[in-house]
C-alpha cells in the first residue's frame, strides 16, 4: 500500500489542523493504521493509531484529548483532527500502515508501509 499524508501547515497555538492521508490499494481496509510525529532535532513518535475497522483507537498521552484519529475505509483514508494545537506538536507528521494487532501498534518497528511526511509547525 502507498500512503500520501497532507493538511499540514503553520497555525497559531489553539488553532486546529486536520491531517489526511490517502492509501493506493484495495487492501487499506485490512490495516491498523498509525500517525507518528518527528520534532525538530527529535526521534519520530507515536501519536495515535486505529484498527483496522476502527473499533480501536489509542493516543499518546501528550496529545489525547486533542487530538482524534479516525478513518474511511470507502476512501481509503485515515484522518488526524488536531485540536488546542500546541508549539510542542510542532513535527513532521508521518501516517502508516501496519497488520492487524491487539493492542494497537505504538512502535515503528510495527508498521510496514510509511507515508512521506507533513510539516506542522504551531507559533505565535
Known amino acids: 500500500v502507498q500512503l500520501q499524508a497532507s493538511g499540514g501547515g503553520s497555525v497559531q497555538p489553539w488553532d486546529s489542523l486536520r491531517l489526511s492521508c490517502a492509501a493506493s490499494g484495495r487492501s487499506f481496509s485490512s490495516y491498523d493504521m498509525g500517525w507518528f510525529r518527528q520534532p525538530p532535532g527529535k526521534e519520530r513518535e507515536f501519536a495515535a493509531a486505529?484498527?483496522?475497522?476502527?473499533?480501536?483507537?489509542y493516543y499518546a498521552d501528550s496529545v489525547r484529548g486533542r487530538f482524534t484519529i479516525s478513518r474511511d475505509n470507502a476512501k481509503n483514508t485515515v484522518y488526524l483532527q488536531m485540536n488546542s494545537l500546541e508549539p510542542e506538536d510542532t513535527a513532521v507528521y508521518y501516517c502508516?500502515?501496519?497488520?492487524?494487532?491487539?493492542?494497537?501498534?505504538?512502535?515503528?518497528?510495527?508498521?510496514?508501509?510509511w507515508g512521506q511526511g507533513t510539516q506542522v509547525t504551531v507559533s505565535s
Open positions: 502508516a500502515a501496519g497488520s492487524n494487532r491487539f493492542p494497537l501498534a505504538m512502535s515503528r518497528g510495527d508498521y510496514d508501509y
Open positions: 486505529i484498527s483496522w475497522l476502527a473499533a480501536n483507537t
